[in-house]
């Protein structure tokens, strides 16, 4: 994980939204917990998508010697969670983040202004 987090953070808001993924929101969790800095939580229209989306963002963060510590639900690709250790990647296909609602759980957790990163 790169000494700061908020440039990997941007880097990744900047491509999931370049590879159309919708509705990409980042919580600020330094404050509320130990497991990790922030999530980063993004959706796509259909599973290709979902699954493009994890793939693409693997592959660019490698090239800066960025390796997830690993990656779950990659098969099914409705809920693909990357471990970045203090950034966690959550991509949904829309109807399954609108079940888990992580927003909603984590309701405490302030969310970053991404105004400038997306074009939306």
Known sequence: MPENNMAFVEKAVKLLDAKKAEDIVVLDLREL???GDFFIIASGNNITL???LAEELEEQMAKDGLRPRRIEGANSSMWILMDYVDVVVHLFYNETRDFYC???LWADAPKLDLKGLINK
Do not use: A, G, P, Q
Request: without cysteine.
């Open 102 to 104: 992580l927003e909603r």
């Open 33 to 35: 917990t130990s497991i």
């Open 50 to 52: 979902v699954k493009s």
